[in-house]
Structure formats: C-alpha cells, structure tokens
C-alpha cells in the first residue's frame, strides 16, 4: 500500500542513536547510505527515510500521524519498546494485546526524539512460532 515513509529530525546522529538499535529489534536492515539521511528497509522495497526537512525548517511530528511496523513475534514488540525507551524515545503505550482491534493485535508505542509516534505490532496468536 506505500512504497516508503518519511521522518523528519533536527539532529541526524541523535536521531541514529535511537533508530538503529530500534530498528534491529524488528530485523530491519539499512540497504544503503545516503548523505544526511537515514534509511531503513529493503533495497527495492518499504523503507522508512530519517532526515532534516528539505525545506530547512525545523522538523515537527504530525498530530494524529504514526508509523506502525510489523514485528515478527510478540518478544519483538517488546525488545522494541525496550530499546526506543533506552536510546531516547518516550512512552507512549507499553506492550500488550490491543483486542479492540482484533484478538490477537500485540502492540507497543513510542516517540522517537523528536516526537514522531512510532509502534511495532504483532498480529500472531501468542502460540504462533515466528516464520
């Protein structure tokens, strides 16, 4: 349904501190290396880009906007949440089952550094082995 998401950050190597270990509790590679940015996802795939915005205005999070990624089991939701609370972000729900949504949805919330809402989410039975 979209090929890409992008973030906005006011200090790139704080911002790297945050998302590298965040992202390598969901097994989320860097494919390649772009000049003041951060990506993250497959090479000819989803990705997710870190970056000052191009119009050199400070960068803001969206009200009401989020980037949820899929994590492959329910310990991944959790080192996720784990890992974002130690490298800098914020709280914003911690993990457990959400059966508002379904009765399987395992998810957590977070805000990077610079206030953007992040979740990583599971939607495995708790029994289900991850593939």
């Known amino acids: 349904m979209f090929s890409h998401i992008t973030f906005g950050t006011n200090d790139l190597e ?3 501190r945050f998302y590298e270990p965040v992202m390598a509790t969901l097994g989320v ?4 290396q ?4 951060l990506v993250f996802g497959e090479l000819a ?5 870190i970056l000052s915005p191009f119009d050199g205005g400070s960068a803001r999070p969206g009200n009401g906007a989020h ?3 899929l994590a ?3 310990r991944a939701v959790d080192a996720f949440h784990v890992a974002a609370l130690a490298n800098g ?12 949504y379904h009765a399987h949805y395992y998810g957590a919330y977070v805000r990077d550094p610079d206030g953007n809402k ?3 989410v599971c939607h495995r039975r708790y029994d289900d082995a991850a593939a």
């Open 118 to 120: 992040l979740q990583a």
């Open 29 to 32: 590679d860097q494919p390649f």
């Open 72 to 74: 492959p089991d329910r």
């Open 67 to 69: 980037a949820a990624f």
């Open 89 to 100: 972000g914020s709280d914003e729900g911690a993990p457990g089952l959400r059966p508002q």
């Open 14 to 16: 704080r911002a790297r």
């Open 34 to 37: 772009l000049p003041g940015t």
């Open 45 to 49: 795939g989803l990705k997710l880009f």
